[in-house]
Antibody
Framework: QVQLMQSGAEVKKPGASVKVSCEAS????????LYWVRQAPGQGLEWMGIINPSRGSTSYAQKFQGRITMTRDTSTSTVYMELSSLRSEDTAMYYC???????????????WGQGTLVTVSS | DIVMTQSPATLSVSPGESATLSCRAS??????LAWYQQKPGQAPRLLIY???IRATGIPARFSGSGSGTQFTLTIGSLQSEDFAVYSC????????FGGGTKVEIK
């Protein structure tokens, strides 16, 4: 069955960087794009960007341009999301989510990781 | 960005009653709309896509409708496990989500 397994919770100081991983299993890794979505405490969901695991190409939400990097390792079926220059407002649960339609960048998400809590605090 | 607006923010419903949730897009998105259910401490779960297509394993009491800018999620005869937060998402452009509607027990 499809699974997205994320790395564990992180606590970071303001100005630091965090790198969250998402290991995919149960399907052909390179066939489906992956989104990263975050959710601040008590808030709604916020799309951060997308990665094509086949080519490694990415597109980021304007809000995060310049401080977000998404990468992938096809040998381990893992995607990574690194966010730099962290501030308290980046405290949130971070999710990876599979784009449901193979080869499509715009679609619903049918499988989600369990989430990784990133806390930014001095 | 396409702005998604959900209403109401909170809906108080008695078990067995039905619930109607609304989602409005700031511009036409055709039928490129999904609904998700989220319970505390859990990741979102896909309920509806293409505005009206139930995802795999979703009970028939969940139904979606609408196109263009106005969409509705209807939950018929609410069960205890249906009390949760529901979010809409458009994917006509890079995804954006509504702020969510919390369905709580009345």
């Amino acid at each position: 069955q499809v699974q997205l397994m994320q790395s564990g919770a992180e606590v970071k100081k303001p100005g630091a960087s965090v790198k969250v991983s998402c290991e995919a299993s149960g399907y052909t890794f390179t066939t489906y794009y992956l989104y990263w979505v975050r959710q601040a405490p008590g808030q709604g969901l916020e799309w951060m960007g997308i990665i094509n695991p086949s080519r490694g190409s990415t597109s980021y939400a304007q809000k995060f341009q310049g401080r977000i990097t998404m990468t992938r390792d096809t040998s381990t079926s893992t995607v990574y999301m690194e966010l730099s220059s962290l501030r308290s407002e980046d405290t949130a649960m971070y999710y990876c989510a599979r784009v449901a339609v193979a080869g499509s960048a715009l679609s619903q998400s049918d499988h989600w990781g369990q989430g990784t809590l990133v806390t930014v605090s001095s | 960005d396409i702005v998604m607006t959900q209403s109401p923010a909170t809906l108080s419903v008695s078990p067995g009653e039905s619930a109607t949730l609304s989602c409005r897009a700031s511009q036409s998105i055709s039928d490129k709309l999904a609904w998700y259910q989220q319970k505390p401490g859990q990741a979102p779960r896909l309920l509806i896509y293409g505005a009206s297509i139930r995802a795999t394993g979703i009970p028939a009491r969940f139904s979606g409708s609408g196109s263009g800018t106005q969409f509705t999620l209807t939950i018929g005869s609410l069960q205890s496990e249906d009390f949760a937060v529901y979010s809409c998402q458009q994917y006509d452009d890079w995804p954006t989500f509504g702020g969510g509607t919390k369905v709580e027990i009345k």
